[in-house]
């Protein structure tokens, strides 16, 4: 069973910055890929990005593509979403997923809140 806890959620006005963290039980950042999505209210959840096992390899999205960063740290394992020139559609509930074929593993959620 992995367990994820996100943090670092806030308000923030656009142009400004935030760091996501998300705290995995175990070896997941190790042993999965850990993904970021994104759930704006009356909207479908988004995947953002994700990072594969030790970081090999990221993927993002085309919404947060140059704006967005993910990184992990083995030591300890931990993700981080970096991200710059936020916007007000930037504006959800941000979670934290792992995978090994399809995302079982989630953590609750950390708002987001983009001012204009």
């Known amino acids: 069973q992995v367990q994820l806890v996100e943090s670092g959620g806030g308000l923030v006005q656009a142009g400004g910055s935030l760091r996501l963290s998300c705290a995995a039980s175990g070896r997941a950042y190790s042993l999965y890929t850990m993904g970021w999505f994104r759930q704006a209210p009356g909207k479908e959840r988004e995947l953002i990005g994700e990072?594969?096992?030790?970081?090999?390899?990221?993927y993002y999205g085309d919404s947060v593509k140059g704006r967005f960063a993910i990184s992990g740290d083995n030591a300890k394992n931990t993700v981080y979403l970096q991200m710059n020139s936020l916007k007000p559609e930037d504006t959800a509930v941000y979670y934290c997923?792992?995978?090994?074929?399809?995302?079982?593993?989630w953590g609750l959620g950390t708002q987001v809140t983009v001012s204009s």
């Open positions: 997923a792992a995978r090994a074929i399809r995302y079982d593993y």
């Open positions: 990072i594969s096992p030790y970081g090999y390899r990221t």
